[in-house]
């Protein structure tokens, strides 16, 4: 199989159709394309190989799409960093901002005031209030990556010989925070999956451990955890942070993926020497790369002077066809005007030992 460079482009077969458009000539809703427009691309901490790749992906694209990304955050994971950088935006006048928010509701008062500034607002990643943004570029529902999680867990849990749909087995989620949209939605999915098919399963800490996307604190917690739990089964991690925190504190207190399971979402490169030294055996994830791309370029959308409606089906160039869904996608309880949505990633992919090598990023 052929090496995967930034994009996962080939595992697209999606709601983004991968048509390439000759000459320009482009089907359906496609952007006037604005000219010498800067967008800031906005993670929620720098540094993350998560983060580093999406904005490779935004650099590499909006390089083709004839506009500039500023890459700005910080290496502290903080809603009051996020305010600052976005107030910063402001100030400076910036045509556009693209955001995977810290907090589902804290930074709504700082988008707003950009959105009546006139930066044209998106989120990609984690999300905010519908009406504090325009587009949201979301990497699944709550539902798929909530049930992804459980199931790669399910998988490995099997590998070392326990029964999941008899066995009580004794669980818990480790990720960065409560107040992150994404995670906590995926959890929160995670958890009603567990109780219709795996009633027996016992979540050994219903309040969760959190590391607040601190390398050095994932490592620690994940330790107080095992040391808490010697004999617990599974441990999921939905956060980039998390994840190798906990695989490396295995490591360091003698576990492997034939004593404990641990699963979760991080990037194939971050996650390939704990896989190799046998510490877990599958986690997963999404074209981070593609994601931040899309990001940006529906800022640029945005700031060229064009608009979006739910239901539109927009022409991104070199990519292909997006829709734009009710934000009702993500939550029931979301905010419905017809002119803020949801574009979503059509695939995930799960890595182990044989396929991993496959993917560069």
Known sequence: MKKATLVLSALLALTISTQVFANGDQQGKAAAGGKNLTIVFVPKITGNAFFETANDGAQKWSKEWGFTVKYDGSPEAAVANQVTVIRNAIRQGV?????????ATALDGVMKEAMKAGLAVTTWDSDVS?????????????DILGKMLVDMGVKSLQSRGKNPDADAIRYAWHYSQSTVADQNSWRVAGEAYIKQKYPQWVNIRPDNYYSNQDAELAITTGESILKANPDMDLIICN????????LQAAQNLGYDKGKITITGFA??????????????????????GLQGALGVYFSYYLASGNSIKVGDKIT??????VEVLPNTVLDPQAYTAPDSGVVLLPERAEFTTANMDNYNF
Do not use: C, F, H
Request: net charge negative.
């Open 130 to 142: 519908g009406d504090a943004r325009t587009v949201m570029v979301s990497q699944g529902t709550p």
């Open 316 to 321: 991104v160039p070199g990519i292909g066809e």
């Open 267 to 288: 990037t194939p490169n971050s996650i390939k020497p704990y896989a190799r030294a046998g510490i877990l055996e599958r986690w997963g994830l999404w074209d981070s």
């Open 95 to 103: 045509d556009g901002i693209s955001v995977s928010s810290l907090d």
């Open 239 to 246: 956060d980039s942070t998390a994840l190798p925190g906990q």
